[in-house]
């Protein structure tokens, strides 16, 4: 008897190797998979202007990687005591306009950076609705909290999606043709805009990145969206919000993207490194005994050796704390 709905994950095409550089860009939902990918020692650069909602504030932002942008204080604003841009998350913010800027800068040349030489690139789209200053008419990816009455509310059109992201899909492939673009589009519900609203929104992201994959050879689909709502499709995988999937939505997510998006000879490295960075994490109630000065040990032998045999991993973290 089948308790879920079954559902065919394709697999990538070559797949993401320990060896690929992957850049990931977008809403919350990014941050379980890159925050995962890093964990288990992926090399990934995640969301260098901070978490992204809407297709225009994403690709504004990879253009801007692209063009290895600089921020001058002319692109900021201040509030609230502190400066900001209004294109960057406000862990960005700062008192002193001088440090916002050195922190977005440096965001953007290690990103321009990474762009440039990345295998994959990983865009978790949230909502279509998009908003704008009033005043100025300018695009805005995070409102700071500022008074509602400063923004335009804008749910964006099939043909403004297609648009924004086919365009800024050429200037990525223009910029690195090796590049590969995973789509996913977030299970978060976007409660504040209302239910109905909410499922519109979704579904203009759905059509636009299916039409869109369909459209490009090196572009595909990651469904975290349907594994969540129509596969698991119960409140009990949700947070106590009820919009936001919990940590048995997210890691069951998780699974389906390591066997569909990563090779079998990464997934069967990906578990001897978890069982270096779950021992890292351990907490002993007796540290001072020889039982935990040997699991030390043999968790450190077992780092080294993971090194040696593959040049290309840097547990230097998990080594500085088993000497210690």
């Keep these: 008897m089948e308790f879920q709905l079954p559902i065919n994950i394709n697999p990538l095409p070559g797949?993401?190797?320990?060896?690929?550089?992957?850049?990931?860009?977008?809403?919350?939902?990014?941050e379980?998979?890159?925050?995962?990918?890093?964990?288990?020692?992926?090399?990934?650069?995640?969301?260098?202007?901070?978490?992204?909602?809407?297709?225009?504030?994403?690709?504004?932002?990879?253009?801007?990687?692209?063009?290895?942008?600089?921020?001058?204080?002319?692109?900021?604003?201040?509030?609230?005591?502190?400066?900001?841009?209004?294109?960057?998350?406000?862990?960005?913010?700062?008192?002193?306009?001088?440090?916002?800027?050195?922190?977005?800068?440096?965001?953007?040349?290690?990103?321009?950076?990474?762009?440039?030489?990345?295998?994959?690139?990983?865009?978790?789209l949230g909502s279509s609705f998009s908003y704008r200053l009033t005043e100025h008419n300018q695009p805005v990816a995070?409102?700071?909290?500022?008074?509602?009455?400063?923004?335009?509310?804008?749910?964006?059109?099939?043909?403004?999606?297609?648009?924004?992201?086919?365009?800024?899909?050429?200037?990525?492939f223009r910029f690195n043709p090796k590049l590969q673009i995973i789509f996913t589009i977030s299970p978060v519900r976007?409660?504040?805009?209302?239910?109905?609203?909410?499922?519109?929104?979704?579904?203009r992201l759905v059509e636009v990145v299916h039409h869109l994959v369909n459209k490009f050879d090196k572009l595909h689909y990651f469904p975290?969206?349907?594994?969540?709502?129509?596969?698991?499709r119960d409140y009990r995988f949700y947070d106590i919000d009820m919009v936001h999937p919990n940590y048995a939505a997210t890691k069951f997510v998780m699974e389906h993207f390591m066997r569909s998006c990563i090779t079998a000879e990464a997934r069967e490295l990906s578990e001897l490194i978890e069982q270096v960075v779950r021992a890292r994490r351990h907490k002993p109630f007796q540290p001072a005994t020889e039982a935990h000065k040997?699991?030390?040990?043999?968790?450190?032998?077992?780092?080294?050796m993971l090194e040696e045999k593959y040049p290309f991993l840097d547990l230097s973290e998990e080594r500085a704390f088993f000497e210690s």
């Design 190 to 203: 976007h409660i504040r805009d209302g239910v109905i609203e909410n499922n519109r929104s979704k579904a």
């Design 32 to 124: 379980h998979i890159g925050d995962r990918l890093h964990e288990l020692k992926f090399k990934t650069l995640q969301n260098p202007n901070g978490i992204l909602f809407d297709p225009a504030s994403v690709a504004s932002s990879l253009i801007s990687y692209i063009q290895n942008k600089k921020y001058s204080q002319g692109d900021l604003s201040p509030f609230n005591e502190l400066w900001q841009s209004w294109q960057h998350h406000s862990r960005f913010s700062a008192m002193n306009a001088d440090e916002c800027l050195s922190l977005i800068n440096q965001s953007q040349q290690r990103a321009h950076e990474f762009l440039k030489d990345a295998d994959w690139l990983l865009i978790t």
């Design 142 to 172: 995070n409102c700071h909290r500022a008074p509602a009455q400063w923004f335009r509310k804008h749910l964006m059109t099939i043909e403004e999606i297609n648009s924004t992201l086919d365009n800024c899909i050429h200037q990525l």
């Design 15 to 30: 797949g993401i190797k320990y060896q690929d550089r992957i850049l990931l860009t977008g809403s919350c939902f990014t």
């Design 224 to 232: 975290a969206y349907e594994l969540v709502v129509d596969v698991l």
């Design 294 to 304: 040997k699991f030390l040990l043999q968790n450190l032998q077992q780092a080294r």
